[in-house]
């Protein structure tokens, strides 16, 4: 959610100068099979049957097993910030 931008900044990578453990901090649960999901994240689980290299970056791509919604506006990043979605 739009408040959630402290979250995205951490998993970013811009404060592993400072901050060992990306997790730390952070609240999660780990109560859907093992698998981490962000409080006030929608999370999907997913079992990955592909993957695309493209540069500096991995795509992967998979087929949804289980959906964690949640029902907040979503955080957006265009641009250089962080923005609203329009109603």
Known sequence: SSGCAHVAERFSGNQDSVV???FDGID???EY???VVLSNANAFCCKISETL???THTVFFGNVCAVCPTFNDP???????YRQLAQ
């Open 33 to 35: 099979s093992g698998w």
């Open 75 to 81: 955080l957006t990043y265009l641009q250089g910030r």
């Open 28 to 30: 999660y649960n780990t």
């Open 53 to 55: 290299v493209s540069g």
């Open 20 to 22: 060992s453990d990306r």
